[in-house]
């Protein structure tokens, strides 16, 4: 099986950049497609990024595209999501997500290992 833990998230003023992490333990992820995913209160969970399992191929929603950039180290079984040009509509709590696949989707349900999610917070 595999255990995922993000963190980095926390407060940031408008315009500023955090970089978040998601570390897997357990089974390697290094074969795996990782996602990002984020969810705001009263709001249904969005797409934010994936990667393939080699780190070629990315992905991005339209409201993060040009700001965020997904990245992956195997070595260190981690993947990471810069996050710059905070607004204050990014804030949410946000996910790393994996799948039994090599290629990513953008479809949550398709992902089987989640991580508890760390909140991000911009404001004005």
């Known amino acids: 099986q595999v255990q995922l833990v993000e963190s980095g998230g926390g407060s940031v003023q408008a315009g500023g950049s955090l970089r978040l992490s998601c570390k897997g333990s357990?089974?390697?992820?290094?074969?795996?497609?990782v996602a990002w995913f984020r969810q705001a209160p009263g709001k249904d969970r969005e797409f934010v990024a994936h990667?393939?399992?080699?780190?070629?191929?990315?992905k991005y929603g339209d409201s993060v595209r040009g700001r965020f950039t997904i990245t992956r180290d195997n070595p260190k079984n981690t993947v990471y999501l810069q996050m710059s040009e905070l607004k204050p509509e990014d804030t949410a709590d946000y996910f790393c997500a994996s799948r039994i696949y090599p290629l990513g989707s953008q479809n949550e349900k398709e992902y089987q290992f989640w991580g508890q999610g760390t909140q991000v917070t911009v404001s004005s």
């Open positions: 357990g089974r390697h992820i290094s074969s795996y497609a």
């Open positions: 990667v393939n399992s080699n780190g070629v191929r990315t």
